[in-house]
């Protein structure tokens, strides 16, 4: 199973911000989309970090609630490492368990194109385990 099929169940659509957008408003943004993490994007669309709550809290942690007034290009991770729709479930989850990161942009030619999140490989590893073993009951009992 690969990304695209990910991909091609959830859909394509990925949220951006700008560099420039503070961490508040970066905050209440993550909040009003129920999401865990969102790509920051620069000129052209060009993939220029990703915000996640784990990079507000350590900044909250280390700045205290001057963070919040702070640009998200000053608390955001700007080294993304990001994957393909060729990427298979168990390449996505070796990047995610060894980078300790639960979201992965994917990227086509430079370009973004989706993202997938930990929680989406789980279910989808999930998913190919019990259809391997239906199929392996099916064959032992013919």
Request: proline share 2%; hydrophobic share 40%.
């Amino acid at each position: 199973m690969t990304v695209k099929h990910i991909l091609d169940e959830k859909g394509r659509e990925v949220v951006t911000v700008s560099p420039s957008m503070g961490t508040a408003d970066a905050v209440r943004f993550l909040a009003d989309n129920k999401i865990g993490a969102v790509v920051v994007t620069g000129v052209g669309g060009k993939i220029a970090g990703i915000l996640s709550e784990r990079d507000i809290v350590r900044a909250v942690a280390s700045r205290g609630a001057e963070a919040l007034s702070a640009p998200i290009s000053d608390i955001m991770t700007s080294k993304v490492t990001t994957c393909g729709e060729h990427h298979t479930v168990n390449q996505v989850m070796e990047l995610m368990t060894n980078g300790r990161f639960r979201h992965l942009p994917v990227e086509t030619d430079g370009k973004l194109i989706g993202i997938i999140s930990i929680g989406d490989v789980v279910r989808r590893r999930i998913e190919d385990v019990e259809r391997e073993a239906e199929e392996i009951k099916a064959y032992i009992a013919s």
